[in-house]
């Protein structure tokens, strides 16, 4: 058995109803030496009662004294880590049995920098499971050259960014003072940004053990957020400074970039379609124009060439003169989002 010890960090708010479920699991683990820690942040339902009722000895409950987020949530458990290894799992969600004791194996045998394993993204609908979809890595294993390849496929496939799929050794964030930093959205690709800045080496798990719950309750991701657009672009130019100025820009780099600001472009006209956003028919395409016309987006406008799959079919659209028709497209992805969700899964 390995002697890696792992901290597992909880930020709490609002998840009474999937606590059970979670102490469960982390009492079934095969593998015992693991630290688990709750930050509950002033939570408005019963969340804190059931966590001061778990009573193993590796749970240490940290109670904010005012709501703080998610993210200095965190950063409160980091401080309180005395692991290896820290994970963000969060409290809402589940993994599989095997994935801390595989893990756990690796980080003591290699001790990457962060281990990264792969996910099951689980379609819930009114409480009830509708669909699954297994997330990998073309790569696996140990990587230590190839990095910006390696990148571009982490990215493509959305396990870049989240912090739930990755182990992160604790010296690494404590002796750059890694921080997960507050914000509206992307709040973990941010960190991950500054994490992957430091290091020369990581692990892949390849294999979907980290199940991400995807429900229709009205959680963060879908909830109307102004910044959207602006906050993913900083991302996206966060992430292009990374792999330009540690492994250089080449076509495949381009390819993903370009693509992602289609996706972030589709799915902030989607969500301005949103009547919480107050904008009328008419403000939705000045919105679609002012994009198309602002010189920070150039770079991936004038490489639209490169777009890929499905979105192919829409780029004579990114033009001034076809912006009403972006808009109706968003209004119809608006729609199929919100009625048939799990269609809008399957298709996106």
């Not at 980080?107 to 379609?123: A, D, K, N, T």
């Not at 900083?234 to 600001?261: C, H, M, P, Q, S």
């Not at 799915?267 to 009547?275: D, F, H, L, T, Y």
């Not at 904008?279 to 124009?289: C, S, Y």
Request: with cysteine; proline share 2%; net charge positive.
């Amino acid at each position: 058995m390995s002697n890696i010890k792992i901290s597992l960090i909880f930020a709490c708010y609002n998840v009474s109803q999937y606590l059970e479920e979670l102490y469960q699991l982390l009492l079934s683990q095969p593998y015992q030496n693991i630290e688990i820690i709750f930050v509950e942040d002033c939570s408005t339902d019963n969340t804190r009662e059931i966590l001061r009722s778990f009573t193993d000895e590796r749970v240490k409950l940290i109670e904010n004294s005012n709501n703080q987020g998610a993210a200095i949530s965190r950063n409160i458990g980091i401080i309180c880590a005395t692991g290896d290894y820290v994970w963000f799992p969060d409290p809402d969600d589940l993994f599989d049995k095997s994935l801390i004791t595989e893990a756990a194996d690796i980080l003591e045998q290699i001790s990457p920098s962060v281990l990264i394993c792969g996910m099951r993204e689980e379609y819930e609908q009114d409480g009830k499971l509708e669909y699954t979809k297994d997330i990998t890595s073309l790569y696996s294993g140990y990587i230590q050259s190839d990095f910006k390849n390696v990148l571009v496929n982490l990215e493509k496939t959305f396990l870049f960014g989240y912090t739930n799929n990755k182990f992160y050794k604790l010296s690494v964030i404590l002796k750059n003072h890694v921080k997960n930093k507050p914000l509206a959205l992307k709040e973990d690709f941010e960190f991950n940004i500054q994490f992957f800045g430091l290091i020369n080496d990581f692990y892949i798990l390849n294999k979907p053990y980290y199940f991400y719950k995807k429900r229709n309750n009205g959680s963060l991701t879908n909830k109307f957020v102004r910044e959207y657009f602006d906050i993913h672009m900083d991302t996206l130019f966060k992430f292009k400074a990374l792999i330009g100025n540690k492994y250089g820009i080449d076509r495949n780099v381009e390819a993903l970039l370009v693509n992602r600001f289609v996706r972030y472009f589709l799915s902030a006209i989607e969500r301005n379609a949103n009547k919480i956003s107050g904008l009328t028919f008419f403000n939705q395409i000045q919105w679609v124009r002012s994009v198309l016309s602002d010189s920070k987006y150039t770079y991936f406008l004038e490489r639209l060439e490169l777009i890929t799959g499905k979105m192919k079919l829409i780029k004579p659209l990114f033009s001034t003169k076809f912006s009403w028709l972006l808009v109706v497209l968003g209004n119809i992805i608006k729609y199929l989002k919100a009625n048939l969700p799990i269609i809008f899964a399957k298709l996106k």
